[in-house]
């Protein structure tokens, strides 16, 4: 096996960004383009497609693969396209990540399998990730995300999996600063941490993690590029200042609202939100009143 790890840079901010449905609950591909259209005139580093905010979860393989087709030939050549591949079988993932490759992806974000989620062990989520590495053509990003799966990577089993020359970087939602650092402590410098939310963005640049996977680059690109870039410029004091205005602003597109209230978000800002898939509700008329007084309260709206 090779050792040398495969070259990308993870540096920077990458919205995950939202799957558009028209009121049928079709996934409106144009919708999507002219999404992306809007975001590409910010200096994002790229996207990530398919991750949970894309509601991957609730769309067929050949949805899927229409959406990273469609979101190829909108996002410029200079930009990664991060796709979500994760399934729940070995096979399944190869199978998937395999597809995301042709279709133009540059990497792949993989969660962590969790459906029998008591025999997640590090040594079934190592195997997992290394089978996964070895079949892949792009590069692979590991996925911790416990607020939806309910399983929690730590340190050492994510320290065991970075050493596979195609496992890149990770995208850790976790909130756990202490383990963040532990992990940027125990990989290698070539192993790339993204911070997984908005909300602990310049925490984890300052602790060692090159860039970010933020729901809140949705609605809010240019802030969290700002972060990024005063952080990079050693303009701390401003850079957290800007961090702390943020805050409640993605917690109501994050944990309280959901994405439901990121597309009412985005709508409101003039991107297409569009209604959110069932089982999932679209807010209701208060909770749109309440998130639009956050917005004009962020200084968004």
């Not at 990730?129 to 996925?143: C, D, G, Q, T, W």
């Not at 941490?193 to 809140?216: E, I, Y």
Request: glycine share 8%; charged share 20%.
């Amino acid at each position: 096996m090779d050792t040398k790890k495969t070259s990308i840079s993870l540096a920077g901010v990458f919205p995950p960004i939202t799957t558009p449905f028209d009121p049928e609950g079709n996934v409106d591909y144009q919708a999507l383009v002219r999404n992306l259209e809007r975001w590409n005139q910010y200096e994002l580093a790229g996207y990530v497609v398919l991750g949970s905010n894309g509601e991957a979860v609730y769309l067929t393989e050949e949805e899927k693969l229409r959406v990273l087709k469609t979101a190829r030939q909108a996002i410029p050549p200079n930009r990664l396209l991060i796709a979500g591949t994760g399934c729940e079988s070995t096979r399944q993932t190869i199978t998937f990540t395999r597809q995301a490759a042709q279709a133009g992806a540059d990497a792949a974000l993989v969660v962590t399998p969790h459906y029998f989620g008591g025999q997640m062990t590090p040594e079934s989520l190592v195997h997992y990730y290394e089978a996964v590495a070895e079949a892949s053509p792009i590069p692979i990003m590991l996925y911790n995300v416990p607020k939806f799966t309910h399983v929690d990577m730590d340190a050492a089993t994510i320290a065991r999996a970075a050493q596979h020359p195609n496992i890149v970087g990770l995208k850790d939602s976790s909130g756990n600063i202490t383990k963040l650092a532990d992990i940027v402590r125990q990989t290698d410098p070539t192993f790339q941490v993204l911070a997984g939310a908005a909300g602990f963005f310049f925490a984890g640049l300052a602790l060692g993690a090159v860039g970010g996977v933020l729901a809140l680059a949705n609605i809010a690109p240019q802030q969290c590029v700002d972060i990024y870039r005063l952080f990079k410029a050693g303009r701390w004091d401003e850079a957290a200042d800007l961090q702390r205005r943020m805050i409640p602003v993605n917690a109501a597109v994050t944990a309280r609202f959901g994405i439901a209230g990121l597309k009412s978000a985005l709508d409101m800002l003039g991107y297409y939100g569009g209604p959110v898939r069932q089982p999932l509700l679209d807010l209701t008329k208060n909770e749109r009143q309440t998130l639009r007084d956050i917005l004009v309260k962020g200084g968004l709206l």
